[in-house]
């Protein structure tokens, strides 16, 4: 677990209780989507360096789906959803009856397919962070990209990473039958945001 200086043990446990939350809103809709039960592994949370981002993943170089939406409201910022490829190809399987091998194979059936996902998962995290703060949140259409992860989180790292450090990045990890995967949504507010946020939780931070 990386911990940044910025937050003592009280502050990191409450975003992970708001991370726990937001996981098990993400499986229920996952499996209601899927129509297959979905299990799910305590979500790690880390708060890292927008330029670090990359190496929180196996490799800079693993191809995956970014989902990237700005969140608006009381609370100002970015947010990505993560899927690794494996992911995505169950997931067009089991929504579509598609065998996808790689993604040079996607269509815009795919794409939109998937970009509902990320939106579902991402809104079951902004609703679990305005349920426990009491702010308004709203999220904007989501964008997609394919693609390296290190190429698709340059674009949120030279944006934020010139604003503030504090990344939370939240790896889940779903289980469906016997195979495992792991997404990872990463949270960007700014600075101000931040504050609000964790003053609305009762921390004085900022």
Not at 147 to 173: C, F, H, K, T, W
Not at 182 to 193: A, G, R, V, W
């Given at each position: 677990?990386?911990?940044?200086n910025?937050?003592n ?6 975003l992970r209780?708001?991370?726990n ?20 592994e ?9 330029e ?23 609370i ?12 995505c190809?169950t ?5 579509l009856?598609?065998?996808i091998?790689?993604?040079?194979e ?5 794409i939109?397919a ?7 998962v ?21 964008s997609l ?21 504090q ?5 889940d990890?779903?289980?469906k ?13 700014h ?14 931070y900022?």
């Amino acid at each position: 677990m990386e911990q940044a200086n910025h937050f003592n043990a009280f502050e990191m446990d409450i975003l992970r209780e708001i991370a726990n939350i937001g996981a098990g809103h993400a499986a229920t809709a996952l499996a209601e989507m899927l129509s297959h039960q979905i299990s799910m592994e305590v979500p790690e949370l880390r708060i890292t360096p927008a330029e670090q981002l990359a190496g929180t993943f196996s490799s800079p170089e693993a191809e995956v789906v970014g989902i990237l939406m700005d969140i608006s409201g009381d609370i100002e910022g970015m947010l990505m959803y993560i899927i690794e490829k494996d992911f995505c190809h169950t997931l067009l399987q089991v929504l579509l009856n598609k065998d996808i091998n790689n993604f040079t194979e996607v269509d815009e059936m795919d794409i939109s397919a998937l970009t509902e996902i990320g939106n579902i998962v991402a809104g079951a995290y902004v609703n679990a962070l305005a349920e426990m703060t009491g702010l308004t949140l709203r999220i904007s259409p989501p964008s997609l990209a394919l693609d390296m992860v290190g190429a698709i989180l340059n674009y949120p790292a030279q944006l934020y990473g010139s604003m503030s450090d504090q990344v939370l990045s939240i790896e889940d990890r779903f289980g469906k039958d016997d195979e495992q995967v792991s997404c990872h949504l990463l949270i960007m507010p700014h600075p101000d945001s931040l504050n609000k946020m964790l003053n609305q939780l009762g921390v004085q931070y900022g």
